[in-house]
């Protein structure tokens, strides 16, 4: 364990930061994927636009699996600390309801997750939440959200996020930070030609202090950036790079955004109008975090699959109706 870094650096504070920094939705990412060939012929390609929307149909569930691993290496001086982090889980969002104009309520559930966090050569810890053994203190918060409807969030067609609801009790009042429940990408206003790009600007909370029970925050603003690479039939695949706006000198700020700084793959069904698959990976190291002769150094990875139907899950209630008629439960792929 690191006995002279600062600002309480033990396992659980550290883990607790790599949990942080790999829970970068989505939502909802590190193999890559080689881009499709397009169309026939390059004149064919640099002509051919898509319009890309969402297609919500009320009742609709949409499964997700998703594997991701992180990783931070700790060094103050000559002391080195190693800390990894992997989860597994399964995962569906609802289609509540839909209006005319396409936009529609969403409800994402957490189906089921596994997590294991190491320290060094210690003995993981490990999280099932099918398990019914002792939850480890660093997984409890996730495990108080596992089955559970948290949030509600309102999107338009083209995947921008109008309003979240946070779900408390049967009743519903506005989330205080809508970026930490979006799940989907936001598409351009209009048709997108092959190769070019569009930008989604977001802001996202930083501790100023280091401290991470009672921070003192600052937001800054992430760009992600997105663009159309090819179109084969019916698959959109779109690359994306995402980065901070701002570059900040503050070594403890520079740790929190190390892992924003990703790259990766969507793949979208124009057809069915859902993501396929997401995929990103990051990685960077930041120096004297914990003051001189400090440094860390951090990487993650995150693949998203779509599934065609649901495994058989012990828990996962479906949050109160809204007003309207029952939906039927639907194949949602």
């Given at each position: ?24 939705p ?6 890559e994927?080689?881009?499709g ?5 390059e ?7 898509v ?11 949409v499964?997700?699996?998703?594997a991701s ?10 002391e ?17 309801s ?8 969403l409800?994402p ?5 596994v997590?294991?966090a ?10 099932d939440?099918d398990?019914s ?6 997984f409890?918060t996730?495990?108080?959200?596992v089955?559970q ?14 309003e ?16 930490a429940?979006?799940?989907l ?25 280091g401290?991470?029970?009672k ?5 800054v ?15 959109a ?39 396929r ?27 998203e ?6 495994r058989p ?21």
């Amino acid at each position: 364990m690191f006995v002279s870094i600062k600002h309480r650096c033990d396992f659980a504070f550290l883990a607790g930061l790599a949990l942080a920094l790999a829970a970068t939705p989505s939502l909802l990412l590190a193999e890559e994927t080689a881009a499709g060939t397009g169309s026939a012929s390059e004149a064919e390609s640099s002509q051919q636009s898509v319009l890309l929307r969402y297609r919500f149909e009320r009742g609709q569930f949409v499964h997700y699996e998703v594997a991701s691993k992180s990783k931070m290496v700790l060094q103050a001086k000559q002391e080195v600390q190693t800390i990894s982090e992997k989860r597994s889980t399964r995962k569906h969002y609802r289609v509540v309801s839909v209006d005319e104009g396409g936009n529609a309520v969403l409800e994402p559930v957490i189906d089921h997750v596994v997590m294991e966090a190491q320290s060094d050569g210690q003995e993981p810890i490990v999280f099932d939440s099918d398990s019914s053994e002792l939850v480890p203190s660093q997984f409890s918060t996730v495990a108080e959200t596992v089955g559970q409807v948290v949030v509600r969030v309102r999107y338009t067609p083209r995947g921008n996020v109008d309003e979240v609801l946070r779900v408390v009790a049967g009743s519903a009042k506005k989330a205080d930070d809508e970026e930490a429940h979006k799940f989907l990408i936001a598409f351009p206003e209009d048709e997108i030609a092959l190769g070019e790009s569009w930008d989604d600007d977001f802001a996202v909370k930083v501790s100023v202090t280091g401290e991470f029970k009672k921070p003192l925050y600052k937001s800054v603003t992430i760009r992600r950036r997105y663009t159309l690479d090819s179109v084969d039939g019916d698959i959109a695949r779109i690359s994306f790079a995402t980065y901070p706006l701002s570059v900040d000198r503050d070594p403890q700020i520079e740790m929190q955004l190390v892992q924003r700084s990703l790259t990766g793959e969507v793949e979208f069904d124009l057809k069915k109008g859902v993501i396929r698959k997401w995929s990103s990976s990051g990685s960077g190291q930041v120096f004297n975090p914990f003051g001189p002769s400090s440094s860390a150094q951090a990487s993650s990875s995150n693949v998203e699959r779509l599934v065609t139907s649901a495994r058989p899950r012990k828990r996962g209630p479906i949050g109160p109706q809204l007003p309207g008629p029952p939906a039927a439960p639907g194949a949602g792929d």
